[in-house]
């Protein structure tokens, strides 16, 4: 072999180990890793949920994307991830839409009492023209919503059987920092305590507060039964949860990915509401078998109370409460 030929076969090795080198490096590049922090424990709806939608994600993407899902506020509080993603300093948050007031004015509209009937209405509302809009005001300050999640409706857990609302007199609640919701257990006769979610177990055992209102699903994940052997089956209110992601991480992910993000992530609300429709006897049964006893008040003395909430708060959702209304009475 001459000396040419053996430099001409020697810069081909070379060439192919530096293509096969770059071709080593693309196929064992790191996966993006995000980071989900939520408020409830790691044996609620939303870690699950959360599992489930990450998992699909990384699945539907190559593994391009791992994702560390955070429960009972270890990455943040509610309000830290909220204010965390608009600036950029946190990735995700599966948040309490009652908190999105601040970013969103009419978003505010969702706090109002008895504005859904079922929780089926809250899902067609939340996935369809009217969800967009709150998508698009909330977009406006950096929050991008990938989608409508369910946390359940609404009940009551004081000290007392609640009968009526006279049953509520004096009885301190702890409510989520909302001013609607606030207005409304006050209007209820009960005293509106707002707290932190994860602050409710130690007040109640220290009687700063004599219960608090909240899902079913709260009642058996927070063990509020070690607490109270009653609650008030009143569905009086729908707070949802949508998953917001920070713009400046959105805006890195490349469309494809986002399209893949988005469709999963409303494919999940879908499945989180009919999960809850089902859950929601068998957590009944669940507290039941643990001795709390069930009322279940007539509503409307309960609806007629909150009339003068909607009369303070229709100036400032009058347009957008008027369509919701109109799909859900």
Same mark, same amino acid.
């Given at each position: 072999?001459?000396?040419?030929?053996?430099?001409?076969?020697?810069?081909?090795?070379?060439?192919?180990?530096?293509?096969?080198?770059?071709?080593?490096?693309?196929?064992?590049?790191?996966?993006?890793?995000?980071?989900?922090?939520?408020?409830?424990?790691?044996?609620?709806?939303?870690?699950?949920?959360?599992?489930?939608?990450?998992?699909?994600?990384?699945?539907?993407?190559?593994?391009?994307?791992?994702?560390?899902?955070?429960?009972?506020?270890?990455?943040?509080?509610?309000?830290?991830?909220?204010?965390?993603?608009?600036?950029?300093?946190?990735?995700?948050?599966?948040?309490?839409?009652?908190?999105?007031?601040?970013?969103?004015?009419?978003?505010?509209?969702?706090?109002?009492?008895?504005?859904?009937?079922?929780?089926?209405?809250?899902?067609?509302?939340?996935?369809?023209?009217?969800?967009?809009?709150?998508?698009?005001?909330?977009?406006?300050?950096?929050?991008?919503?990938?989608?409508?999640?369910?946390?359940?409706?609404?009940?009551?857990?004081? /000290? =007392? !059987?609640?009968?009526?609302? @006279?049953?509520?007199?004096?009885?301190? +609640?702890?409510? $989520?920092?909302?001013? %609607?919701?606030?207005?409304?257990?006050?209007?209820?006769?009960?005293? /509106? =305590? !707002?707290?932190?979610?994860? @602050?409710?177990?130690?007040?109640?055992? +220290?009687?700063? $507060?004599?219960?608090? %209102?909240?899902?079913?699903?709260?009642?058996?994940?927070?063990?509020?039964?070690?607490?109270?052997?009653?609650?008030?089956?009143?569905?009086?209110?729908?707070?949802?949860?949508?998953?917001?992601?920070?713009?400046?991480?959105?805006?890195?992910?490349?469309?494809?990915?986002?399209?893949?993000?988005?469709?999963?992530?409303?494919?999940?609300?879908?499945?989180?509401?009919?999960?809850?429709?089902?859950?929601?006897?068998?957590?009944?049964?669940?507290?039941?078998?643990?001795?709390?006893?069930?009322?279940?008040?007539?509503?409307?003395?309960?609806?007629?109370?909150?009339?003068?909430?909607?009369?303070?708060?229709?100036?400032?959702?009058?347009?957008?409460?008027?369509?919701?209304?109109?799909?859900?009475?």
């Amino acid at each position: 072999m001459s000396c040419m030929n053996w430099k001409k076969d020697l810069i081909k090795v070379f060439a192919l180990l530096v293509v096969l080198l770059g071709l080593c490096g693309e196929t064992a590049a790191a996966p993006r890793t995000i980071k989900v922090g939520h408020t409830g424990t790691k044996d609620h709806h939303y870690q699950m949920y959360l599992e489930k939608w990450a998992e699909t994600i990384s699945k539907a993407t190559d593994n391009r994307y791992v994702f560390e899902v955070y429960p009972s506020d270890l990455y943040g509080t509610p309000n830290q991830l909220i204010e965390g993603c608009q600036l950029g300093t946190s990735d995700m948050v599966l948040a309490t839409g009652s908190l999105l007031t601040s970013y969103s004015p009419i978003v505010g509209v969702l706090n109002l009492p008895f504005l859904f009937k079922t929780s089926q209405q809250a899902c067609d509302v939340l996935n369809g023209p009217i969800g967009k809009e709150f998508e698009d005001s909330l977009a406006k300050r950096n929050l991008i919503v990938l989608g409508w999640w369910e946390n359940g409706m609404r009940h009551i857990f004081p /000290a =007392v !059987p609640v009968n009526s609302p @006279e049953d509520l007199k004096g009885v301190k +609640l702890r409510v $989520i920092n909302s001013a %609607e919701m606030i207005d409304t257990i006050n209007a209820f006769g009960a005293s /509106a =305590v !707002p707290m932190g979610f994860n @602050e409710v177990y130690s007040a109640w055992q +220290l009687k700063t $507060i004599d219960g608090c %209102e909240g899902t079913i699903t709260h009642m058996l994940t927070q063990k509020y039964y070690e607490l109270t052997k009653t609650a008030a089956l009143l569905w009086y209110m729908h707070v949802p949860n949508p998953l917001i992601i920070s713009k400046q991480l959105w805006d890195s992910i490349p469309a494809a990915d986002q399209a893949i993000f988005v469709e999963e992530a409303r494919k999940m609300s879908r499945f989180s509401f009919d999960f809850q429709r089902e859950m929601d006897a068998k957590e009944i049964k669940q507290c039941e078998d643990l001795g709390v006893v069930f009322t279940r008040p007539d509503r409307e003395p309960f609806v007629k109370l909150v009339q003068p909430v909607y009369d303070k708060y229709r100036p400032k959702y009058g347009e957008i409460l008027d369509k919701i209304l109109e799909l859900t009475r």
